[in-house]
Nanobody, 124 residues
């Protein structure tokens, strides 16, 4: 099993940047594909980005491609989401998630483990 805890959320102006971090417990961190999801008020949770177990490949939702970067450090059991050129529509609670499944996984149901979320608010 793995336990996840996000940090780094906050309030930022449009056009600004923010980096989220997610710390994981457990000795098998490198066995998991990791992802970031987000959920805005009144909307369903949506996929943002995924990174493979070694970090060799990453995938992004079209809405964040070119602005967000996902990365991981298997030695430190952390995964990060660097966000630049933030827009008000990026406002949401951001969650990190882990799955043992292989392949690109963008569904909420594909992930076994979730953090508690961190709020990101982008003001216009």
């Amino acid at each position: 099993q793995v336990q996840l805890a996000e940090s780094g959320g906050g309030l930022v102006q449009a056009g600004g940047s923010l980096t989220l971090s997610c710390a994981a417990s457990g000795r098998t961190f490198s066995n998991y594909r990791l992802a970031w999801f987000r959920q805005a008020p009144g909307k369903e949770r949506e996929f943002v980005a995924q990174i493979t177990r070694t970090g060799a490949a990453t995938y992004y939702a079209d809405s964040v491609k070119g602005r967000f970067t996902i990365s991981r450090d298997n030695a430190k059991n952390t995964v990060a989401l660097q966000m630049i050129s933030l827009k008000p529509e990026d406002t949401a609670v951001y969650y990190c998630a882990a799955t043992v499944s292989l392949g690109l996984r963008i569904g909420v149901g594909d992930y076994n483990y979730w953090g508690q979320g961190t709020q990101v608010t982008v003001s216009s």
